[in-house]
């Protein structure tokens, strides 16, 4: 037979003989105890892990939220560097509505009677001057407090600086007090009202829950052992929950998050839906690098006087402010997440037979006996010679 015969032969039978399984039935408790094993292993990852934990027969989806504040509470003030004045809801939460989020105002420095004219710019590096000629007119810092008009003026007995086009007199923000001006603001209360839905399951949900009426409102307030479910919340509570001290915190301000987690399963079996308050601090406060701390921000009040001049009490701001966070994923039982997680498990349980048959030929004491018997080419002569024999 020629050699291009034989490579022939070769390839057909390459491509064309038949391959099908053969039942070796191997005595050997150890090559035994690896199959079951394994088929264990798989069994409790898809039933214990894909199942019971990740839900993975459920469909899911996403909360879409929303949600709006209504903070009460009063407070009194009256220090030697204020006036005597009675504080409500309009003073001191600023804006009056706010996306997600309320503001309350607890400290404050305040200067008032402010008319646009020319002062001397608040000494600096960059506004000391000698002359007029250190002052540069038209010039403006972004950083400084008005346009510099070029001449040199004194600021004090022992300074001078650039005079400035401003609102004057300018506002000096070092002065801060050293407690809160409003100390009383930790007894506010905000009620909360959150409605969520998920559209995939045509579900919807309030925070204030079906059975809650107006007579409990007016006396509930949450509390995580003894009313978990109210909606109003003290604003001391939030804080110290969230791990910080109502009045430090009131002095320079700060951002608190008001987390509430809609996290379902809508299965018949699971029990009712209801939302999960938890409260941090989001923004940073680092014990040493703690430059420019807290939360505040500057608004004014303008008047006009009979004359028809223009005036302003500007107000820069310090409290916290409350952003609540709603988030959640539902989940629902659906045959198509069921049926492509048990195909995925029968396909585990397929991959079993190859570590079975890896551990035979390989680890076991009579692999070399094991290995002769787990394949077997048939061929049509030896079964002839068989017959022959018999």
Known sequence: MSKSAGCCKRFLHYAFDYETPK??????LGVGFVFRFTQFLVVMYVVGYVCVVQKAYQDTDTVISTVTTKVKGFAFTNTSDTEPRF????????????????FVLTNMVVTP????SHCPELPSPSTTCVDDCNCVEGRSDPRGNGIQTGLCE????????????SWCPLEIDTKLPEHALLVAAENFTVLIKNSITYPKFNFHRRNILPHVNSSYLKRCEFSRLTDPHCPIFRLKHIVSEAGEDFQDMAVKGGVLGILIDWSCDLDWWAGECLPKYSFRRLDNKHPVNNVAPGYNFRFAKYYKAAD??????LIK???IRFDVIVFGTAGRFSIVPTIVN?????SFLSLVPVVADWF????????????RHKTTHLTEDADSLFSVIV
């Open 23 to 28: 039942t070796l039935v191997i005595p050997s």
């Open 87 to 102: 504080w409500d809801v309009a003073d001191y939460i600023i804006p009056p509505q706010s996306d997600h989020s309320f």
């Open 342 to 346: 048990l195909g995925a498990a029968l």
């Open 360 to 371: 035979l030929v390989t680890c076991s004491r009579k692999r070399d006996l094991y290995s």
């Open 113 to 116: 009677k402010q008319v646009q």
């Open 154 to 165: 004194n600021y004090s007995t022992t300074a001078r600086t650039c005079e400035v086009l």
């Open 308 to 313: 028809g001049e223009e005036t302003r009490t």
């Open 317 to 319: 701001a310090y409290g």
